[in-house]
């Protein structure tokens, strides 16, 4: 308990507060590119205690809300051959297909289980040698290594009915395409479990094309607020920096362990992010020497045109384009039980969270 009253302790954040109207001048847009910060903004209402000149905005930061419909498509398709079993992360179940989710597909008899981790699915290819496991690999730089160590592992153990279908992605590429794409952003509120992996240094890139300033966020209250207090007393003084809040667990070079896994067995390839389109080099594709563990070259998957519902404004929300609320089916018609885009089925999603703690 300790812990948790130290980051939500409200004579801190009454103070950080004061802090921030104190020096906060001009008007400013931060964006928060982590779906747990929007989560956490929501809840706590950290948007609605800020100075009217600063505008949060939520980025792409949810892996299951940029994962393209194609993807979705080929995982159900996948899952209706009899002799593959689908093995995927709960979150992407009732993710909404062009026909069908998942969930749908396991409703009318599609083998498709949920797993906990990698090593689960590992677990079903020994269990099940007759069957072919095709685990759905999703997710950033934070749950892209345990993906790379299952690759290692099946090749190890000699399993050649595991494959991984991978929409792994980095975050940095999809920073720039935002700014490239013309979305006003003065500051960045960096995802913290991403970083943790990828340290402080992945954000070179970024800074040295747009020197837009930069803050790596835990995931606390006061995490938040320290962090746009930093990021406003850089763009107050014309400053621009890229620093570490969360410096209980992320540092400059990040997790080199979990960096060497993940580019054993991936190489950065152009991928489709929702909103935001194909981005070069953003995607994590399996590298040549563990193609046997690639589903996409096993079962000759081809990826179809993105074609979103036309109603749904999702890849809008991502971008920071539009809140929310400012979607004509958000509430009406989409919501958690009912949700017709992917920004309403994760608990990182933008839309849920405007859903379950308001606008």
Not at 264 to 279: A, N
Request: aromatic share 10%; net charge positive.
């Amino acid at each position: 308990m300790r812990f948790i009253d130290e980051y939500r302790n409200k004579i801190l954040i009454d103070t950080l507060l004061k802090n921030i109207r104190a020096i906060s001048r001009k008007k400013i847009r931060l964006m928060e590119i982590c779906g747990g910060h929007t989560y956490v903004i929501k809840r706590y209402g950290i948007d609605n205690l800020l100075p009217h000149n600063i505008r949060l905005i939520s980025g792409p930061g949810c892996p299951v809300c940029v994962t393209g419909i194609s993807f979705i498509n080929n995982a159900v398709k996948l899952s209706e051959n009899k002799n593959v079993i689908i093995a995927t992360y709960g979150d992407l179940m009732r993710v909404p297909g062009t026909k069908k989710s998942l969930a749908n597909a396991r409703s009318e008899g599609a083998n498709v289980q949920i797993v906990y981790s990698t090593l689960q699915a590992i677990e079903l290819a020994e269990k099940y040698r007759d069957r072919e496991i095709v685990f759905l690999g999703i997710g950033f730089e934070t749950t892209a290594p345990a993906t790379a160590a299952a690759i290692i592992k099946a090749q190890e153990k000699k399993l050649k009915n595991f494959t991984v279908y991978s929409a792994h992605k980095i975050m940095p590429p999809a920073m720039i395409a935002l700014i490239d794409q013309g979305i006003a952003i003065d500051g960045f509120i960096a995802p913290g479990h991403v970083s943790t992996i990828g340290g402080a240094k992945m954000y070179n890139q970024i800074f040295k094309k747009y020197k837009v300033p930069i803050v790596i966020s835990g995931f606390e209250p006061v995490d938040i607020l320290q962090s746009i207090y930093m990021l406003v007393k850089q763009i107050e003084e014309n400053n621009s920096e890229i620093e570490i809040q969360y410096k209980r667990a992320v540092t400059f070079d990040g997790n080199l362990k979990a960096q060497e896994y993940i580019y054993k067995v991936f190489e950065p390839s152009d991928d489709y992010w929702r909103g935001l389109g194909i981005i070069e080099k953003s995607g994590l594709s399996i590298y040549k020497d563990y193609f046997d563990f690639d589903a996409t070259k096993k079962f000759n998957i081809v990826n179809e045109n993105n074609v979103e519902n036309v109603a749904c404004r999702c890849g809008e929300v991502l971008k920071g384009l539009i809140y929310p609320y400012e979607c004509p089916l958000f509430q009406k018609i989409c919501n958690p039980e009912n949700p017709i885009g992917a920004c309403m089925v994760s608990s990182e999603g933008a839309c849920q969270a405007y859903y379950l703690y308001g606008n």
